[in-house]
Nanobody, 129 residues
Framework: QVQLVESGGGSVQSGGSLRLSCAVS????????MAWFRQAPGKEREGVAA???????TYADSVKVRFTISQDNAKNTLYLQMNSLKPEDTAMYYC???????????????????????WGQGTQVTVSS
């Protein structure tokens, strides 16, 4: 059974940094996409960053330069380093995974939530001004 468990959220002042982690267990596919999404109250879910099993990354324009997605295959862990945080980054952050790499790349939907089969329960990030 695939499990994704996020951690590392918290409260930080504007301009601060946080690193989110997503521990993955039970995932047996050698090729995959993993991504971070976020959802603020009253807003739609937004794709933040994605990485494939070869290490290629995709970022939403709103977080480019400020956020970095990475993975440690030895630890089965996905990370999201968030720098220069802004109040508008406040949201619940979720990690997600899917094995349909060819389909995702062909359609260019790395940051579309509907394509991901596996999701974590989320970790809250709050940025105060």
């Amino acid at each position: 059974q695939v499990q994704l468990v996020e951690s590392g959220g918290g409260s930080v002042q504007s301009g601060g940094s946080l690193r989110l982690s997503c521990a993955v267990s039970g995932y047996r596919y050698s090729r995959y996409y993993m991504a971070w999404f976020r959802q603020a109250p009253g807003k739609e879910r937004e794709g933040v960053a994605a990485i494939d099993s070869d290490g290629s990354t995709t970022y939403a324009d709103s977080v480019k330069v400020r956020f970095t997605i990475s993975q440690d295959n030895a630890k089965n862990t996905l990370y999201l380093q968030m720098n220069s945080l802004k109040p508008e980054d406040t949201a619940m952050y979720y990690c997600a995974a899917d094995h349909r790499v060819t389909t995702i790349q062909a359609l260019g939907v790395m940051l579309q939530g509907w394509v991901y089969d596996y999701w974590g329960q989320g970790t809250q990030v709050t940025v105060s001004s």
